[in-house]
């Protein structure tokens, strides 16, 4: 599948404006890879379909997370980690990719995981960073960015657990587990 294929098929499952984020994190994606080392056409292709699923119902979701046997963590946590693993099963479904390094991507483009591969720390990063994201600690992941992808990841995964913190929401283990592992690797 094409850029402009790949595109199409997304557009139909965002709204405009999810759609011009999923742009910003697709130029990012592709600018971050080729700064780091990672696979451009991999990184362009999870970009695009990171958010594929953002937009289906709850109910639709947590069925396909039970039906699919994915981590029953998830259903005790925000929907918003939702459309990530669900994201990966409709994209090798529905859009026919089967790239698993594409699909670890777009699954773990918002718990994180352990041992993240270099694509997947890819479109963690881009979509955290993309030009139309504006909120306290982007411009530092930003920087950070430009440099060092872990040190971005770290910062990136920080500003997200003490966000979560201030408002008093449960952090999903495989976020904790990230940033555990990103810093025992980095000190």
Not at 62 to 90: C, F, R, T
Request: hydrophobic share 40%; glycine share 4%; with cysteine.
């Amino acid at each position: 599948m094409n850029r402009e294929e790949a595109l199409n098929c997304v557009k139909e499952q965002l709204t405009e404006h999810r759609y011009t984020h999923t742009l910003g994190v697709m130029d990012t994606a592709i600018s971050l890879a080729e700064r780091f080392g990672a696979d451009v056409k991999k990184a362009e292709m999870a970009a695009i379909f990171h958010d594929y699923a953002k937009f289906r119902p709850k109910e639709e979701m947590k069925g396909i997370i039970q039906q699919e046997q994915m981590n029953p963590l998830l259903l005790d946590y925000s929907p918003e980690l939702w459309h990530a693993p669900v994201g990966a099963y409709l994209v090798k479904k529905e859009a026919g990719i089967d790239d698993q390094d594409i699909l670890t991507a777009i699954e773990f483009h918002t718990s994180g995981r352990p041992n993240m591969t270099l694509l997947e720390k890819v479109i963690y990063v881009a979509d955290y960073i993309e030009p139309g994201r504006h909120f306290p600690g982007v411009e530092e992941v930003r920087e950070l960015a430009e440099h060092d992808l872990d040190l971005a990841l770290i910062q990136a995964l920080k500003n997200t657990i003490s966000f979560l913190m201030k408002k008093n929401q449960p952090i999903f283990p495989d976020t904790l587990a990230t940033y555990n592992s990103l810093v025992h690797k980095n000190n």
